[in-house]
């Protein structure tokens, strides 16, 4: 297993303009989280997915954010309409429930700038 | 005030120094994750902790829940130990994260 796995790295798009990003969790992982983190801060939580079920939204997730995790294995955000302020790193994360352990496993980010 | 705090907010040491970084927390948890992150944006976890000590190599891990308080120490610092450490709080299925310190190990 390669761990998780994000892209694209790197994002440069025009305000207002869509992007999508794509998180390939470990495989035998149920959950999936992401996170933005903007520079100097720790991360914020976004959304959380059990499976294929989104069970969980933060209020930053405004109307022009949308996640999926169609068939409970890769997930995708996607941002419309983007604004200068959503240039950020969005990080996403997996971890198993089985075995109680909980650990978390963090993909390498994918880089947002929005001109 | 933030939900979980972490102090120092950067932290300069020698190599072969002994570190500690805290962290506290206003929130009931569940468990505790200190988590080690390089330039470039890549995140490690390095210990998940729900009570006691946790030690991995030159890292160990405490966490007191009465005091609602973590410490992540560090011995026979290197300077690849240089990243940013945060320390972030479980509550149900959401992560809080404190906003890191920044190591820097000097050789």
């Known amino acids: 297993d390669t761990g998780v796995s994000q892209n694209p790295r790197h994002k440069i798009t025009k305000r207002g303009q869509n992007v999508t990003f794509r998180c390939d969790p470990i495989?035998?992982?149920?959950?999936l989280y992401w996170y933005r983190q903007t520079l100097g801060q720790g991360p914020e939580f976004l959304t959380y997915?059990?499976?294929?079920?989104?069970?969980?939204k933060s209020r930053l997730l405004s109307d022009r954010f949308s996640a999926e995790r169609p068939k409970g294995s890769f997930s995708t955000l996607e941002i419309q309409r983007t604004e200068q302020g959503d240039s950020a790193m969005y990080l996403c994360?997996?971890?198993?429930?089985?075995?109680?352990?909980?650990?978390?496993?963090f993909g390498e980010g994918s880089r947002l700038t929005v001109l | 005030k933030n939900e979980v705090e972490q102090s120092p907010q950067n932290l300069t040491a020698q190599e072969g120094e002994f570190i500690t970084i805290n962290c506290s927390y206003s929130?009931?948890?569940?468990?505790l994750h200190w988590l080690q992150q390089h330039p470039g944006g890549g995140i490690v976890s390095l210990f998940m902790?729900?009570?006691g000590k946790k030690k991995h190599g030159r890292l160990i891990a405490t966490i007191n829940i009465q005091e609602k308080h973590s410490s992540l120490h560090i011995t026979a610092s290197h300077p690849r130990d240089s990243a940013v450490y945060i320390c972030?709080?479980?509550?149900?299925?959401?992560?809080?994260f404190g906003e890191g310190t920044q190591l820097t190990v000097n050789p």
């Open positions: 495989s035998e992982h149920n959950r």
């Open positions: 929130v009931g948890i569940s468990a």
């Open positions: 994360a997996s971890s198993s429930n089985r075995g109680n352990t909980g650990e978390l496993f």
């Open positions: 972030a709080v479980r509550s149900g299925s959401r992560l809080t």
């Open positions: 902790l729900s009570s």
């Open positions: 997915f059990q499976n294929e079920a989104q069970l969980e």
